[in-house]
Nanobody, 128 residues
Framework: QEQLAESGGGLVQPGGSLRLSCAAS????????IGWFRRAPGKEREDVLC????????RYAESAKGRFTISRDNAENTAYLQMNSLTPDDTALYYC?????????????????????WGQGTQVTVSS
């Protein structure tokens, strides 16, 4: 079965950091772009950032610039989301998804999602 599984979430104080992992199984991870997303209570799903299959393209949401970094280790079939300078507004369920080869262009974000496999998510709570 083609699956993605997130881990690394938890409770962190404002200003703290977390590193999330997205582990792939059942498919050739190296050929897929990985996107990170989040959904907070009462809010729509938000695209955080994406990394292409060869890490040649990274796309950042405005809220992530200067604070979040995406990376991948194809030998470990895992993508990572390093989150620094966290604020309570970052509290959300974070999950990852795959898309073949490349990250979506802005036009691709309109209409049906271009991602075809999604993880279950890991909860991040930023609170003092």
């Amino acid at each position: 079965q083609e699956q993605l599984a997130e881990s690394g979430g938890g409770l962190v104080q404002p200003g703290g950091s977390l590193r999330l992992s997205c582990a792939a199984s059942g498919f050739s991870f190296q050929y897929y772009a990985i996107g990170w997303f989040r959904r907070a209570p009462g809010k729509e799903r938000e695209d955080v950032l994406c990394i292409s299959s060869k890490a040649e393209i990274t796309r950042y949401a405005e809220s992530a610039k200067g604070r979040f970094t995406i990376s991948r280790d194809n030998a470990e079939n895992t993508a990572y989301l390093q989150m620094n300078s966290l604020t309570p507004d970052d509290t959300a369920l974070y999950y990852c998804a795959r898309r073949f080869a490349s990250c979506p262009r802005p036009v691709d974000t309109v209409g049906p999602t271009p991602y075809d496999v999604w993880g279950q998510g890991t909860q991040v709570t930023v609170s003092s």
